[in-house]
């Protein structure tokens, strides 16, 4: 059976009841903040590690880093060594550059989450004002 909130066990308890107490809704507030700024920033900081690994092992940049000076498809001639360090001068900036970019917007994304609430208290407080 999936865990209940208060609320909902209080719901299913008072069948025809209409007061919610206090205790209730406090604790109600309680879980959604618990859940808002422990629960979900954890699970944000997880995905965006799995990211940074699944862009590391799709554009091989670590290992790109580790074999930097290794010739190119072993041909130990200066031109296959040459062409080997230059094609990584190439593809790890490019490499990099688009993992920066999307742990950028996973990034921004995890700030947007935690600042949503204010945000929206702002202006759900400033309307009535208007």
Not at 19 to 43: D, G
Not at 98 to 125: E, G, K, Q, R, Y
Request: proline letters at 5%; aromatic letters at 16%.
């Amino acid at each position: 059976m999936p865990t209940q909130t208060a609320l909902h066990t209080e719901s299913i308890n008072r069948q025809h009841g209409s007061v919610i107490s206090a205790q209730i809704v406090l604790s109600e507030i309680t879980c959604f903040f618990t859940w808002w700024y422990v629960e979900m920033p954890t699970w944000y900081i997880g995905f965006f590690q799995r990211v940074a690994t699944l862009c590391d092992d799709t554009f091989s940049i670590s290992l790109l880093f580790k074999t930097f000076f290794i010739p190119w498809h072993r041909d130990t001639s200066i031109v296959g060594r040459g062409f080997g360090i230059a094609m990584r001068m190439i593809y790890l900036p490019l490499a990099l550059l688009v993992t920066a970019i999307i742990l950028f917007i996973l990034a921004a994304a995890t700030i947007l989450w935690a600042i949503l609430p204010i945000i929206s208290m702002f202006f759900l407080l400033r309307t009535p004002l208007t």
